[in-house]
């Protein structure tokens, strides 16, 4: 995918959907209808621009259709898209040539989707070997592929939308690693209440 995209469609909406994140959505609007057929059929990328009180911001989320779930008599359709790369939003029209919907002009931000620092890396692998002792899964096995990036981290913590963004706003890889880190450090904590509080009702 190059950096600059134009007549890109888009589908601006309120998530924020991250490298690797599987995202449910509701099409019911005839132009996102339209929209979706259209990457059925091409199996081509779509923008969806982050929306919060009604506003379009700069930056989203490039996406594939991962599945379509149901159809309705009317066409309206359950589907899941998934999260390729983030991009931020130059330019926007309400509708490209001949279709009903939308598009514009967008770059992607390969640039920050950067490899992490081995603290990071290290915190990250302690994060999911604590959730699998709280899940009573296998501990032994290695949940850090060595290919994982920054972006692919940020996907799998249980991010607020408005966490995601403002880590997304962040100007460099410094911050975003340090966003991270301290994330995870909370994440911890609270996980090892519930580590205690699970033992002590096991013990009870």
């Given at each position: 995918m190059t950096d600059f995209l134009n007549n890109f469609p888009l589908f601006p909406i309120g998530v924020i959907v991250l490298p690797g994140?599987?995202?449910?959505?509701?099409?019911f609007?005839?132009?996102?209808?339209?929209?979706?057929?259209?990457?059925?059929?091409?199996?081509?990328?779509?923008?969806?621009?982050?929306v919060v009180d009604g506003k379009i911001c700069k930056y989203g989320s490039a996406v594939v259709l991962h599945k379509i779930l149901a159809v309705s008599p009317t066409g309206e359709m359950d589907i899941l898209v998934k999260g390729v790369n983030i991009f931020s939003l130059e330019s926007m029209n309400e509708q490209m040539t001949e279709?009903?919907?939308?598009?514009?002009?967008?770059?992607?931000?390969?640039?920050?989707?950067?490899?992490?620092?081995?603290?990071?890396?290290?915190?990250?692998?302690?994060?999911?070997h604590q959730l699998a002792r709280i899940n009573k899964l296998d501990t032994k096995q290695d949940f850090i592929p060595q290919n994982i990036h920054i972006l692919d981290i940020a996907g799998q913590l249980p991010l607020e939308l408005n966490e995601k963004y403002s880590f997304l706003k962040l100007e460099n890889h410094e911050q975003r690693e340090d966003f991270l880190l301290n994330k995870l450090n909370f994440l911890l904590v609270i996980n090892h209440k519930l580590e205690e509080v699970g033992y002590r009702f096991y013990l009870n």
């Open positions: 994140e599987i995202q449910p959505l509701h099409i609007e005839p132009r996102y209808k339209q929209l979706i057929r259209d990457m059925e059929a091409s199996k081509g990328v779509f923008g969806i621009p982050y279709k009903l919907y939308g598009g514009g002009s967008v770059k992607i931000l390969s640039q920050i989707n950067t490899e992490p620092s081995d603290e990071l890396r290290q915190k990250f692998e302690e994060y999911q």
